[in-house]
């Protein structure tokens, strides 16, 4: 039997063109064990990926700040000290860095992210002073309670399964990506990973992106029909 898995969407489901790949979604689809899309993206995301991918709606947003599985929809976290840190940002000059309608985070509930581009000094410094965490996905920097983290949520949606987080294979390619790694029982890093992700994971894959997920999966899958 294949083992559960718990899968980042960019950087690690995508393209190097940061395009959703479709040629995964036969293998997700054909998955016999549970899969769970966890991401830095907004709620809606992941929920709309799995109905593209025809999957069950098990998904990890905001890196871990919402988690549904099952019907079960639980939040993580402090959205009232995200708001009250992000108006004190921009109060001291600081912009969130996108450009008309924002729909980076028009959708999001529990975090704020705030572009690469941004004075991250000051970030930094805001969340210090609202005892909040600063985490980059390499697409955006993540103003988030310390204590929300894809980790953590897959703990909890583990047990919602019937399963051990222990049991799930976990890949990625962030820092926001290593307290997964540390609660999977295997984790592969795809080869754009930044640093922080290698270090975590058991693994690191020959190829990036889309391409060094699906030779892991494939591997996993190799391996549970011959019974290792």
């Not at 830095?40 to 700040?65: M, S």
């Not at 975090?111 to 965490?133: G, N, Q």
């Not at 222990?166 to 609660?183: I, K, L, P, Q, R």
Request: net charge negative; with cysteine.
């Amino acid at each position: 039997m294949v083992p559960p898995l718990a899968l980042d969407i960019d950087g690690t489901l995508t393209t190097p063109e940061g395009t959703i790949a479709p040629r995964a979604f036969p293998l997700l689809a054909a998955w016999e064990a549970p899969v769970v899309l966890a991401t830095g993206k907004a709620f809606p995301y992941p929920v709309a990926l799995c109905q593209f991918v025809g999957i069950p709606e098990r998904a990890i947003a905001e890196n871990g700040g919402v988690a549904l599985v099952d019907g079960h929809l639980d939040y993580a976290g402090d959205p009232e000290r995200v708001d009250a840190a992000v108006e004190a940002f921009e109060e001291r000059g600081g912009d969130l860095g996108w450009d008309g309608v924002d729909t980076v985070n028009r959708w999001r509930e529990t975090e704020v992210a705030v572009s690469p581009t941004a004075d991250e000094e000051l970030l930094r410094d805001i969340a210090a002073e609202f005892d909040l965490a600063v985490v980059d996905s390499g697409y955006a920097y993540h103003l988030k309670s310390p204590d929300a983290s894809k980790g953590a949520a897959l703990t909890d949606v583990a047990e919602t399964l019937g399963h051990d987080p222990g049991e799930f294979v976990a890949v990625g390619d962030s820092e926001n990506d290593a307290s997964t790694f540390a609660v999977a029982g295997e984790s592969y890093a795809v080869a754009n990973a930044d640093e922080t992700a290698k270090r975590a994971a058991d693994r690191v894959l020959d190829r990036g992106y889309v391409d060094g997920t699906l030779d892991a999966l494939r591997a996993i899958r190799d391996r549970a029909k011959n019974g290792e």
